[in-house]
Nanobody, 122 residues
């Protein structure tokens, strides 16, 4: 019923930029899509927060990406974008789109995209 599809990953050199996009498609009815954002994961480690943006536009960033990454959202199109500038090798990871969906006013579920690989070479 709810599907998240990411695009925009790839291989870049340190200092370059990438833009990730995530589109949330819904079949059937829902109440609202609340927070959307991005997490990332490297092999052997837990998935970690990168950036979140609420329905009202408030943002939260991991300290390691603050000042370099910027999340934005088009609520009318149910899309979220992560602009990543000045990329570093330590940003290499699989990036996952996330959405917090209320199917009814009181029923809430989390959804994840399939992930997109970002590789930054030094």
């Amino acid at each position: 019923q709810v599907q998240l599809v990411e695009s925009g990953g790839g291989l870049v050199q340190a200092g370059e930029s990438l833009r990730l996009s995530c589109s949330c498609t819904v079949s059937g009815s829902i109440f609202s899509i609340d927070t959307m954002g991005w997490y990332r994961q490297v092999p052997g480690k837990q998935r970690a927060l990168v950036a979140l943006i609420t329905g009202g536009g408030s943002t939260t960033y991991a300290l390691s990406v603050k000042g370099r990454f910027s999340a934005s959202r088009d609520s009318a199109k149910n899309t979220v974008v992560l602009q990543m500038n000045n990329l570093k090798p330590e940003d290499t990871a699989v990036y996952y789109c996330y959405a917090d969906v209320f199917k009814t006013r009181y029923s809430r579920n989390n959804y994840w995209g399939q992930g997109t690989q970002v590789t930054v070479s030094s």
